[in-house]
Nanobody, 118 residues
Framework: QVQLVESGGGLVQPGGSLRLSCAASGSIFSIYAMGWYRQAPGKQRELVAGITSGGSTNYADSVKGRFTISRDNAKNTVYLQMNSLKPEDTAVYYC????????????WGQGTQVTVSS
């Protein structure tokens, strides 16, 4: 029902910045919240940041003060601005959408690779 496309990943040095984009299409009327997740090799997928339709945000403790989630409703796009990147941030980053009941609305896609390394 909802299709999402992530983009913006790449290779950056520690301390650098990157901005990820997630464009939504399909049944976007059903979306209550959008979230960015990441999964590093050998680790579980974790929620990095989320934003509700009302604009409320939350962040994983590990990224607070460094990452900012935002949205552009006209473009049906959610962004993740990542500053002061650390090697520990290296992962595949995914976005997804949730209904008001917490139902995941889109299949997990390919994500976008973020690599933080010297």
């Amino acid at each position: 029902q909802v299709q999402l496309v992530e983009s913006g990943g790449g290779l950056v040095q520690p301390g650098g910045s990157l901005r990820l984009s997630c464009a939504a299409s399909g049944s976007i009327f059903s979306i209550y919240a959008m979230g960015w997740y990441r999964q590093a090799p050998g680790k579980q997928r974790e929620l990095v940041a989320g934003i509700t339709s009302g604009g409320s945000t939350n962040y994983a403790d590990s990224v607070k003060g460094r990452f900012t989630i935002s949205r552009d409703n006209a473009k049906n796009t959610v962004y993740l601005q990542m500053n002061s990147l650390k090697p520990e941030d290296t992962a595949v980053y995914y976005c997804n959408a949730e209904s008001r009941r917490g139902l995941i609305l889109a299949s997990w896609g390919q994500g976008t690779q973020v690599t933080v390394s010297s």
